[in-house]
């Protein structure tokens, strides 16, 4: 999925996948100040064909996700996604 373009349910992009680490995709966002952010698998939905991965994440709700630096806080993705065990 390296270098796929990320779009919306709504076909709006928001970016390209950078890696896939722990369960997530890592998506990086901006054209200029660039950030990378990660989407659950779960919520990933790739299409080979056209190389574009289909989120259904809002672009306002990925905007808010942890950063990833050095690598994946899972614990801070699962929780900020409702995905981490209460």
Not at 21 to 39: C, H, K, N, T
Not at 71 to 86: P, R, T
Request: glycine share 8%.
């Amino acid at each position: 999925m390296d270098g796929y373009r990320v779009v919306t349910a709504h076909e709006r992009r928001l970016g390209r996948v950078v890696g896939v680490e722990d369960e997530f995709v890592i998506v990086e966002l901006g054209r200029f100040r660039r950030v990378r952010r990660p989407v659950p698998l779960a919520f990933a939905h790739p299409d080979d064909a056209a190389k574009v991965v289909r989120i259904t994440v809002p672009r306002h709700g990925l905007a808010h996700a942890p950063r990833v630096r050095a690598g994946v806080d899972v614990k801070a993705a699962a929780a900020y996604y409702g995905l981490a065990a209460q």
